[in-house]
């Protein structure tokens, strides 16, 4: 009789530690120990072994044991057969505990709506490394060493290699992918831009940009323009005006910057067009042909337009936010307030 109690003791510390956590588990544990062939039916087959003076108090810590072995089985099954509401210590009524849900970063929201309006376009989004070497982010682009234009954008070099910058646009995506692929090319490339700036509400030592390329057979200017103002209607709206002021990049020729009416005051003046009724959101031109000449595109069969825009310049237009810091200072009071899900 020893022997069987022994054994009850450790059957009791298996049912303990028996874990349930599916309908399969709980299956198996009624097999176990409540099945026909099960250990609570074993047990009570000892009894004719047990001496006539003790089957008594046998018998008692057998029903416990059973008793036992039922209630573990009961407290589950309301887990696996759905009839939770009858299991003891579970009330599936009570409210659930509410979590934050993160929201997404204004600039992002911007991005993703600049991009989603070029791919409805037809252009792939291509992307690349924000550590650049200086043939992507310079010399390939028309703008050779001592070249004056390097110094319209303050340059970030890496100490251990001179030849490697942090990328100041996203132009040099546009090289790589000129590079490497075959023509027609239509991209647009979004990503982060470095630029050695002393930091204030108007400038900061990165921001992020947009910039497009579309190089194939007869491209033209007026290709351009009617990209653009798609671009304009389906983000700022139709009554949105545009105009093109010529202007000087390396990497195009003829070059323009591209204004539209402020989003603001509608045209009539204020405090963020500087009371001029427009505000400059781009620079654009046709890709000039040295630019495909060094990147082995024949620009005598080929041609293009290339514009990149600020997606900081934008969210401004967009959300009238007047301090560019705002949105590298993690700040959940600021970043909250854009909540959107796309
Ligand atoms: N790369 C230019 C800049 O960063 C923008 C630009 C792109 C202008 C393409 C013209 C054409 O300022």
């Given at each position: 009789m020893e022997q069987v109690l022994q054994q009850i003791d450790q059957y009791k510390k298996e049912i303990d530690q028996w874990v349930i956590g599916s309908a399969e588990d709980l299956e198996n544990y009624r097999i176990r120990f409540l099945g026909t062939k099960g250990i609570v039916k074993a047990l009570f087959g000892e009894m004719k072994n047990i001496p006539a003076g003790e089957k008594r108090s046998f018998g008692q810590v057998l029903n416990d044991f059973k008793q036992l072995a039922e209630a573990k089985y009961e407290d589950n099954k309301g887990l696996t057969d759905g009839k939770d509401k009858d299991t003891p210590g579970m009330d599936l009524t009570l409210p659930g505990d509410?979590?934050?849900?993160?929201?997404?970063?204004?600039?992002?929201?911007?991005?993703?709506?600049?991009?989603?309006?070029?791919?409805?376009?037809?252009?792939?989004?291509?992307?690349?490394?924000?550590?650049?070497?200086?043939?992507?982010?310079?010399?390939?682009?028309?703008?050779?060493?001592?070249?004056?234009?390097?110094?319209?954008?303050?340059?970030?070099?890496?100490?251990?290699?001179?030849?490697?910058?942090?990328?100041?646009?996203?132009?040099?995506?546009?090289?790589?992918?000129?590079?490497?692929?075959?023509?027609?090319?239509?991209?647009?490339?979004?990503?982060?831009?470095?630029?050695?700036?002393?930091?204030?509400?108007?400038?900061?030592?990165?921001?992020?940009?947009?910039?497009?390329?579309?190089?194939?057979?007869?491209?033209?200017?007026?290709?351009l323009k009617q990209t653009l103002y798609f671009f304009v209607k389906e983000m700022f709206g139709e009554h949105t005006r545009v105009r093109f002021r010529p202007s000087y990049f390396p990497f195009t020729e003829p070059s323009a910057e591209m204004d539209i009416s402020c989003t603001v005051c509608g045209g009539?003046?204020?405090?963020?067009?500087?009371?001029?009724?427009?505000?400059?959101?781009?620079?654009?031109?046709?890709?000039?042909?040295?630019?495909?000449?060094?990147?082995?595109?024949?620009?005598?069969?080929?041609?293009?337009?290339?514009?990149?825009?600020?997606?900081?310049?934008?969210?401004?237009?967009?959300?009238?936010?007047?301090?560019?810091?705002?949105?590298?200072?993690?700040?959940?009071?600021?970043?909250?307030?854009?909540?959107?899900?796309?």
């Open positions: 509410a979590f934050t849900l993160g929201t997404r970063h204004p600039l992002s929201l911007v991005r993703n709506r600049i991009v989603s309006i070029y791919q409805r376009l037809g252009f792939a989004v291509a992307e690349g490394p924000e550590i650049e070497d200086d043939w992507h982010n310079f010399t390939a682009l028309n703008m050779p060493e001592n070249h004056p234009a390097r110094d319209m954008q303050d340059t970030f070099y890496i100490q251990r290699n001179p030849d490697w910058v942090l990328r100041t646009h996203t132009s040099s995506v546009q090289a790589r992918v000129l590079e490497t692929s075959p023509l027609p090319v239509r991209i647009i490339c979004p990503g982060r831009v470095y630029r050695n700036e002393t930091v204030s509400a108007r400038a900061n030592c990165f921001f992020h940009q947009v910039e497009g390329l579309y190089v194939d057979k007869h491209v033209s200017f007026a290709d009539t003046g204020c405090s963020l067009c500087k009371h001029t009724g427009w505000v400059e959101i781009l620079g654009c031109g046709m890709v000039h042909p040295q630019l495909l000449e060094n990147l082995g595109i024949d620009s005598t069969q080929y041609t293009g337009f290339a514009f990149g825009m600020g997606v900081e310049r934008i969210a401004q237009l967009n959300y009238r936010v007047n301090d560019l810091r705002l949105y590298a200072q993690n700040d959940l009071r600021f970043l909250q307030q854009f909540t959107s899900s796309t």
